[in-house]
């Protein structure tokens, strides 16, 4: 037997045995028990046309992230966390809001039981630019948080202020 073919017969078995031992692994695998049972608060009523308008405000803050952090205008980071503050009160009553690195908000919102486990929820505030030239590309302007449609257009609407204000409403 040459060389050659024993090199590709012996990676063809170890490629076997990987292969097989990953279809086994997942197929006995069973997750971890929940430690505590998990229960469930009732869903609160929301106000699809006010988060809806919300979501439209936040659009019009241009908080636009360019490759070169001086390009950025620092004013809209501040005019969101206004924002943030004045559309939220109760959230922000509710929580302790830190600023990390100038932008980075954390806000922290202890429960009833600190021996349960903690749970994150993330969304990031800043959109990319538009690039210049394409703005007749776009269905309504990217700045101008358009509710039309049954949606509300506009950079940042799904990536990701959407999921921002979805997280405050």
């Known amino acids: ?90 959230a922000h009553a509710a929580m302790t809001r830190d600023l990390v690195a100038d932008r980075t908000l954390v806000y922290t919102w202890l429960g009833s039981d600190p021996a349960l486990p903690a749970i994150i929820l993330m969304a990031h505030q800043d959109v990319v630019p538009v690039t210049p030239g394409t703005d007749g590309d776009w269905q309504h302007p990217p700045f101008e948080g358009v509710i039309a449609d049954g949606a509300v257009w506009g950079r940042g609407t799904v990536d990701d202020k959407g999921s921002l204000v979805a997280l405050f409403e």
Not at 2 to 18: A, C, D, E, N, Y
Not at 21 to 32: D, E, G, I, L, S
């Open 1 to 90: 037997m040459t060389t050659l073919r024993r090199i590709v017969l012996g990676s063809l078995l170890v490629l076997f045995v990987v292969v097989a031992v990953v279809a086994v692994r997942t197929w006995t695998y069973r997750p971890a028990s929940i430690v505590a049972p998990v229960k469930l608060a009732s869903a609160p009523s929301i106000d699809v046309e006010r988060a809806t308008a919300h979501l439209g405000e936040a659009v019009r803050i241009r908080t636009v992230s360019h490759q070169e952090a001086a390009d950025n205008d620092v004013a809209e980071w501040d005019r969101l966390r206004a924002w943030l503050q004045a559309t939220y009160p109760a």
